[in-house]
């Protein structure tokens, strides 16, 4: 271990004391970073006892006191800083007729505005800033965030900058005298003043660092008066376009602590083997810990899961259990500062043992990431720290259920986007094992990439050199982060070249990456790419360039954004992840992303919504761009979720080459499938026949086959934890397949039934359906007639504006021919029909016969374009029944709503659910409820069954029409006011991701050839 021992703390305090009041022009100067702040270290708390530091988190440490609340804060809201109050830092100024507002929390979110009193609005414009009119920005607009002329419409004032003035008193224990005394503030949105007892403190301008001071000579023993004056942009702002809602106000916790004067300030520490590459022998931790005020004896204990302390030899451990996301082993290390056999002080971390590596492998030569020595594959998203109710403010226990989520649905990785999260989400990755990309809080993407981007300014590169050391500063000792990345599209620049020493400097043992520059750093990366990209990345890239054109792929490669899950979305994870499992060049991508960023917010129609960009009347803004969550704002699950789910399990079972077997390959990098119990399922027609429970004996990366006496039918494999394990409790299912050996029976002979069939002969269609033996009673609300159209899926922007100029909502019909007769002889009932169905240079026609006897019909029904080139949504036929509600059941895949493109985790079975469960309330209403592979559906006492292929179908309690004419879902009428729509399809289109990334695949778009439907009506 290394002590480092500073004495210059007690200059520094005095130098703050002395320090003049500010100019009043810092928010707008990027040279000024901050002032009278402490400089960023790891983050921890300084405890009493090494028994208390064993707690780790600041919440247990006895030394501290939260200075959140609901109701000692005093808030006053002004639109310029020319009116905000002057003086108000006064202790004996009187705020009593302020405001009191909660804190943390956004002061446009909800959780502050109870009573809907509004203090400005929230903002989403994605890459832009709404204090600037041109887009891409002009470059000499910076670093003033006032003044600009912007065009008419703006909704923030050219000569606006809200300020938020906070105010509490707060007490100072009696005994804390003698000690050093901290405020600091997790995280500030954007700028912030400090005073303390009427004192000017400092101020501090990233909004996503802590903000510490050292207020020991601004404080006494008693009652104290903190003030902060908060600017909602600042020059800093320039660098946060990310892509959210900006947001102002105290976002994370306040603290008031004290240390001893002498005290730990800062602590590194890595892990390694002790000999190269024996990952299974000896590890030593690398140390260093910074004492200032002092010298003093530092001592490490390092405590084993059940609180035992585990023996070492100078920091070397004899075969430590190991750290990782499937094993997150973790040991508490803890240093104690004692002097003559006293405890004075304990600070406390959580320690893994994981080693991160690039190098070539010997069966691939290309460089390789590498944990403990193992190829691995990160399968996750990005998340950004959002709260329906609190705005940038996410509470401990919304962490948790962020991190159970993740866990549950197979994600190891998640990449901060774009910036640092809260202590707390590190803690729960390092103990429930997730790989952090961790990002620092740079994004100027509204200067986009050329000449402009301040990555090129010489005096912005000190900002953003900032922003990269207080991240890496504060968070080098977490386990969990596996690789540090500079910022988010902010241009290729020299400045970046800056962060990257910086970084290094700061913490070797990590590799760096940043997309916007793959020549600056350890690994490549890119943002959508195409499946087949994907592919020939995984192959070795061969004539496979990116940024700049002319040079080939860096590896290893990180897809950092890329499934763009807007709405109903998630089409191709499966493509995507097969060519990512194809070779360890791609070790790993984050979905885009993980929770959708909506604010609950009334209407002033009195709806409650969950809102996005425009619905507050903020001008300019990219409306819903922002909602693209794997879970709904308020963390509902949504149907892609359980996709992947699946495509990430770690466990894949497949049928066998010859067709007799399922090959079971354990994916799992660290661990057998010991803890699983392997539940097999045989359906037949989707009816279980039989179940059994087995435990199968695997080490990880491989492969085991199983035979099957009788490969027809379905098998159902499932794993499922014998007992709870960190997240996931017994009986949790942590991967599942199906093998269909065999396809069901499909329908054959003649159907009967109790249904009475009415065609239109002027349109041809089947305009009314009757059921019951003796009074018949009508089952339809609408013709049955083609569907070509859909409401558009927010992955369809292009799509949408072709059909609507198409008329795809509502073709023209014209009968081309038109029979209606009956046997004599055999009774069976004839309806032939030719229709055409036009719309702007297309023609849709739709060839039927229907065979009808005995109450039930046997229909065909070809479909062919001509004309022009549409991609339809489907195609196919649809109604509406009059029904408010009804029982759906259907043999093929499911339970969860599916496409084509998003399906591999819904197996064929026979589901059940009622019609308004259908629907799903993604943030904008768009086409949902699909469900592919059928051969059967059943619903208002009517069933359609397959005599050949299996169909798609979609169940909704709202006609497409109506989804379309409402901008949230908590805006639509009551369900099954409509009736029940349905259509059934010979094919329907993919998803893609097409909001931000590719069109669905060829082979998921609707093509120009004729398709049939054949199936009957019973």
């Given at each position: 271990m290394r002590c480092v021992f500073v004495f210059g703390t007690v200059l520094c305090v005095a130098a703050n004391f002395l320090m003049a009041a500010p100019t009043g022009r810092e928010w707008e100067d990027q040279t000024a970073l901050h002032e009278g702040k402490e400089a960023p270290c790891s983050a921890f708390a300084s405890f009493a006892s090494v028994e208390e530091a064993k707690g780790i988190r600041s919440e247990n440490c006895s030394r501290r006191i939260c200075l959140d609340s609901e109701k000692d804060w005093r808030f006053n809201w002004c639109r310029r800083p020319e009116e905000r109050p002057i003086g108000f830092q006064d202790p004996s100024y009187d705020v009593s007729g302020w405001d009191v507002v909660k804190v943390p929390c956004s002061w446009q979110a909800m959780g502050i505005n109870a009573d809907r009193k509004p203090y400005g609005r929230p903002y989403y414009t994605n890459a832009h800033w709404p204090f600037v009119a041109k887009f891409p920005a002009n470059s000499n607009c910076w670093p003033r965030v006032r003044g600009h002329k912007l065009p008419e419409g703006y909704t923030l004032g050219s000569d606006e900058n809200p300020v938020g003035s906070y105010r509490r008193d707060f007490e100072v224990p009696e005994d804390w005298s003698g000690d050093e005394i901290f405020l600091e503030f997790g995280a500030v949105d954007s700028f912030f003043y400090l005073w303390v007892n009427g004192a000017y403190v400092g101020f501090s301008k990233s909004s996503r660092d802590p903000a510490r001071f050292n207020v020991t000579r601004f404080v006494k023993a008693g009652r104290n008066t903190v003030a902060l004056e908060v600017y909602r942009f600042s020059d800093g702002s320039y660098l946060e376009a990310q892509d959210?809602?900006?947001?102002?106000?105290?976002?994370?916790?306040?603290?008031?602590?004290?240390?001893?004067?002498?005290?730990?300030?800062?602590?590194?520490?890595?892990?390694?083997?002790?000999?190269?590459?024996?990952?299974?022998?000896?590890?030593?931790?690398?140390?260093?810990?910074?004492?200032?005020?002092?010298?003093?004896?530092?001592?490490?204990?390092?405590?084993?899961?059940?609180?035992?302390?585990?023996?070492?030899?100078?920091?070397?451990?004899?075969?430590?259990?190991?750290?990782?996301?499937?094993?997150?082993?973790?040991?508490?290390?803890?240093?104690?500062?004692?002097?003559?056999?006293?405890?004075?002080?304990?600070?406390?971390?959580?320690?893994?043992?994981?080693?991160?590596?690039?190098?070539?492998?010997?069966?691939?030569?290309?460089?390789?990431?590498?944990?403990?020595?193992?190829?691995?594959?990160?399968?996750?998203?990005?998340?950004?720290?959002?709260?329906?109710?609190?705005?940038?403010?996410?509470?401990?226990?919304?962490?948790?259920?962020?991190?159970?989520?993740?866990?549950?649905?197979?994600?190891?990785?998640?990449?901060?986007?774009?910036?640092?999260?809260?202590?707390?989400?590190?803690?729960?990755?390092?103990?429930?094992?997730?790989?952090?990309?961790?990002?620092?809080?740079?994004?100027?993407?509204?200067?986009?990439?050329?000449?402009?981007?301040?990555?090129?300014?010489?005096?912005?590169?000190?900002?953003?050199?900032?922003?990269?050391?207080?991240?890496?500063?504060?968070?080098?000792?977490?386990?969990?982060?596996?690789?540090?990345?500079?910022?988010?599209?902010?241009?290729?620049?020299?400045?970046?070249?800056?962060?990257?020493?910086?970084?290094?400097?700061?913490?070797?043992?990590?590799?760096?990456?940043?997309?916007?520059?793959?020549?600056?750093?350890?690994?490549?990366?890119?943002?959508?790419?195409?499946?087949?990209?994907?592919?020939?990345?995984?192959?070795?890239?061969?004539?496979?360039?990116?940024?700049?054109?002319?040079?080939?792929?860096?590896?290893?490669?990180?897809?950092?954004?890329?499934?763009?899950?807007?709405?109903?979305?998630m089409g191709n994870l499966k493509d995507y992840q097969d060519a990512i499992e194809s070779s360890t060049r791609i070790f790993g991508a984050a979905i885009w992303d993980w929770v959708d960023q909506g604010l609950w917010h009334v209407t002033t129609n009195g709806v409650k919504i969950l809102a996005y960009g425009g619905d507050f009347g903020d001008f300019p803004t990219v409306g819903a761009f922002m909602m693209n969550g794997c879970v709904l704002s308020d963390r509902t699950l949504e149907p892609g979720y359980w996709e992947i789910k699946h495509v990430f399990q770690p466990i894949v079972a497949t049928k066998s080459a010859d067709g007799r077997a399922i090959d079971v390959k354990n994916r799992h990098y660290f661990r057998d499938l010991s803890a699983y119990d392997c539940v097999q399922t045989r359906f037949v027609n989707g009816e279980m026949i039989s179940e059994e429970v087995t435990t199968l004996t695997l080490g990880p990366q491989k492969t085991i086959r199983i035979p099957v006496a009788d490969p027809t039918g379905s098998y159902r494999l499932s794993f499922r934890q014998k007992k709870d394990e960190g997240l996931w409790p017994k009986g949790w299912v942590i991967a599942d397949d199906q093998i269909d050996f065999t396809t069901p029976e499909v329908a054959s002979g003649r159907p009967s039934g109790h249904l009475a069939f009415t065609f239109c002969p002027k349109t041809g269609e089947l305009v009314s359906l009757k059921k019951g033996l003796i009074f018949k009673t009508e089952l339809l609300r609408a013709p049955l007639t083609l569907d070509v159209w859909r409401a558009p899926s927010q992955n369809e922007p292009t799509e949408k504006k072709i059909w609507a100029q198409k008329g795809m909502m509502s073709p023209m019909k014209t009968l081309v021919s038109f029979k209606d007769r009956q046997d004599a002889l055999t009774g069976v009932r004839l309806v032939e029909s030719v229709v055409d169905y036009a719309v702007s240079g297309t023609v849709f026609r739709v060839a039927s016969t229907w065979r009808i006897a005995d109450g039930a019909a046997t229909v065909q029904a070809t479909f062919t374009q001509s004309g022009a080139r549409i991609e339809p949504a489907h195609i196919g036929l649809r109604t509406i029944f009059d029904t408010d509600s009804t029982d759906v059941a259907w043999l093929g895949c499911g339970p969860w709503e599916n496409y084509s493109d998003r399906c591999s985790g819904a197996f064929l079975g026979d589901w059940a659910l009622d019609s308004r469960d259908f629907f799903v309330p993604y943030d904008v209403p768009q086409d949902c409820g699909n469900r592919e592979g059928t051969y059967r559906v059943s619903l208002a006492g009517v069933t359609f069954e397959t005599r050949t292929a299996p169909f798609a179908f979609e169940v909704n309690p709202y006609a497409p029409e109506t989804l379309v004419r409402h901008a949230h879902p908590a805006e639509l009428p009551p369900p099954g006011e409509d009736g029940t729509y349905f259509g059934i399809f010979a094919k329907s289109r993919g998803l893609g991701g097409n909001s931000c990334g590719p069109k669905p695949l060829a082979r998921d778009i609707i093509g120009n050839e004729t398709y049939t439907l054949s199936f009957t009506i019973r």
């Open positions: 959210m809602f900006l947001l102002s106000g105290l976002a994370r916790s306040v603290w008031l602590f004290h240390t001893p004067k002498t005290h730990i300030r800062d602590v590194a520490f890595t892990t390694s083997p002790v000999r190269k590459g024996d990952y299974g022998g000896d590890w030593k931790v690398n140390l260093t810990t910074e004492v200032v005020g002092g010298t003093a004896e530092v001592v490490p204990h390092v405590f084993a899961e059940d609180g035992t302390e585990v023996r070492h030899d100078n920091l070397v451990f004899h075969q430590p259990k190991l750290w990782s996301a499937e094993c997150p082993n973790l040991y508490t290390l803890v240093l104690e500062r004692r002097q003559a056999g006293k405890t004075l002080e304990a600070v406390g971390f959580q320690l893994g043992f994981r080693e991160v590596e690039i190098r070539d492998v010997a069966e691939q030569k290309d460089r390789t990431f590498l944990l403990n020595g193992q190829p691995i594959k990160l399968r996750g998203a990005n998340r950004h720290e959002s709260s329906p109710l609190y705005g940038h403010y996410t509470p401990d226990e919304l962490i948790e259920l962020d991190v159970r989520q993740l866990k549950q649905a197979n994600c190891n990785h998640v990449r901060n986007s774009h910036y640092p999260q809260p202590d707390y989400f590190y803690y729960l990755c390092n103990k429930y094992g997730i790989y952090v990309m961790d990002e620092a809080n740079v994004e100027s993407h509204g200067f986009f990439y050329g000449k402009e981007s301040l990555s090129h300014v010489e005096s912005w590169k000190a900002a953003h050199v900032d922003r990269v050391v207080n991240m890496v500063a504060r968070n080098k000792c977490h386990p969990s982060i596996v690789v540090w990345s500079l910022g988010n599209e902010a241009g290729p620049g020299s400045n970046f070249v800056a962060c990257v020493a910086a970084a290094k400097a700061c913490d070797p043992s990590r590799p760096v990456q940043y997309e916007r520059n793959n020549w600056i750093t350890d690994m490549g990366s890119r943002q959508y790419p195409q499946v087949d990209w994907v592919w020939r990345a995984a192959r070795g890239g061969e004539g496979l360039h990116h940024e700049p054109a002319n040079r080939p792929l860096r590896y290893p490669f990180h897809i950092n954004e890329y499934a763009h899950n807007m709405g109903n979305a």
